[in-house]
């Protein structure tokens, strides 16, 4: 029987030290996300038409980043759907009601769940979704449950991205799929940052996946170069609304176009657990 939603999670995840600064962060981010529009504005300015209106997130995701995720998921009314790392869950409740899956949000963020679960009771049927503070290496969920998993711009964010794809395979059910966002660096031009060395399909392949399709986001670097120069017009407004998160955000519209040259692949993965285990 699936589990009734809780719009309060129960268990706080066991954090290492760098994972509870990590939350730390982004506690004070969704804050500020929750209350203030200033952001979201700006993203509709960035990304025109391809803008994914009545989806609260804030990440590179698109309309056809949605698009593709519900296409590669394959979910149906009876599939249970989890998106990791959902921060205030826009993506993951989007495909949840296209689909009519069973959804369940996992962020380290207590208080991008909380938001999460709020938005879900006006967007979802009751008893459609569930959202818990877990991390994306130790999601806390049963082993091969899980119909369909979808992570927008948090995947590569755990400290581990074996161990990420790994507990990706323990936690889905053979045969089903998964899709992912991540970028990649290709060519001879030195790496900007040594996370950018890392190359998807042979970690994919290490974890007992199949990568079954890759699509190529060429739209991206423009519509983040664009979201950058939004951000430092507005640095005033950020810094003073925003504190800390506001400062952030300067700091990576400053640095950001250093990454987004040529060499830069966005990404869009889907990935399988194979119907016999090999
Ligand atoms: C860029 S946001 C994307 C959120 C959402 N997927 C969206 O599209 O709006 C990344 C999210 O990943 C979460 N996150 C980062 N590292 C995590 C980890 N190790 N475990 C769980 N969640 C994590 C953050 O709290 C944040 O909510």
């Not at 409740?93 to 679960?117: H, N, T």
């Amino acid at each position: 029987m699936l589990p009734a939603s809780s719009p309060v999670p129960a268990a706080q995840p066991v954090l290492d030290a760098k994972e509870s600064a990590k939350q730390v962060m982004f506690d004070q981010m969704w804050t500020r996300l929750r209350a203030d529009p200033l952001l979201e504005e700006l993203n509709v300015q960035a990304y025109g038409a391809d803008y994914p209106y009545d989806v609260q997130f804030f990440s590179s995701c698109t309309r056809t980043t949605l698009d593709l995720t519900l296409a590669g998921l394959q979910v149906t009314p009876s599939s249970v759907l989890i998106d990791l790392g959902c921060g205030m869950g826009g993506p993951g409740q989007w495909i949840a009601r296209e689909s009519g899956a069973y959804l369940v949000g996992i962020d380290l963020s207590q208080v991008a769940v909380e938001a999460a679960a709020a938005a879900a009771t006006s967007y979802l049927q009751p008893g459609q979704f569930d959202y818990r503070c877990a991390t994306i290496t130790a999601t806390g969920h049963p082993d091969s449950s899980a119909d369909g998993l979808m992570s927008i711009d948090a995947l590569p964010m755990a400290a581990d991205r074996a161990a990420a794809l790994k507990e990706v395979r323990r936690i889905l059910r053979p045969g089903a799929r998964a899709v992912f966002t991540c970028a990649e660096w290709h060519g001879d031009a030195p790496l900007p940052h040594p996370r950018m060395a890392t190359k998807w399909a042979p970690l994919i392949a290490e974890a007992g996946l199949l990568l079954v399709d890759q699509f190529i986001d060429n739209g991206k670097q423009a519509r983040q170069l664009r979201k950058y120069e939004l951000w430092l017009e507005h640095q005033t407004e950020l810094e003073q609304r925003f504190g800390p998160t506001g400062r952030s955000l300067i700091e990576e519209a400053r640095m950001g176009p250093g990454l987004l040259t040529p060499n830069y692949r966005a990404l869009l993965l889907t990935v399988q657990r194979p119907d016999i285990d090999q």
